[in-house]
């Protein structure tokens, strides 16, 4: 099993900046794919970026459009933490953000694709 728990959330002004942390623990070395998602009420969760390395030796990141340009994905494996460096802020960003996990190579933007899920941290834009 693979255990994750996210922190970093909280309140922040537009154009502002905050930074995610996901903090994992448990089988870790089955692990290729570490992704962020969001989701605000009403809407469905959203991908936003993930980090993966389904080839040996070689670290790949993707992102969402909404996201692309702002944010920065980064996975450190010899801490087992993955992180989410968030500028450029907007109230429209405003979401809970999950930290989600996979041992297999998946399509990356699916939610149902992943096995593991944290509890999810709040992330407030104000205008």
């Known amino acids: 099993q693979v255990q994750l728990v996210e922190s970093g959330g909280g309140l922040v002004q537009a154009g502002g900046s905050l930074r995610l942390s996901c903090a994992v623990s448990g089988r870790t070395f089955r692990i290729y794919t570490m992704s962020w998602f969001r989701q605000s009420p009403g809407k469905e969760r959203e991908f936003v970026a993930a980090a993966f390395n389904w080839i040996p030796g070689q670290d790949s990141v993707s992102y969402g459009d909404s996201v692309a340009g702002r944010f920065t994905i980064s996975r450190d494996n010899t801490k087992n933490t993955l992180s989410l460096q968030m500028n450029s802020l907007k109230p429209e960003d405003t979401a809970v953000y999950f930290c989600?996990?996979?041992?297999?190579?998946?399509?990356?933007?699916?939610?149902?694709?992943?096995?593991?899920w944290g509890q999810g941290t709040q992330v407030t834009v104000s205008s």
């Open positions: 989600a996990a996979s041992p297999r190579v998946i399509q990356v933007t699916p939610p149902d694709d992943y096995d593991y």
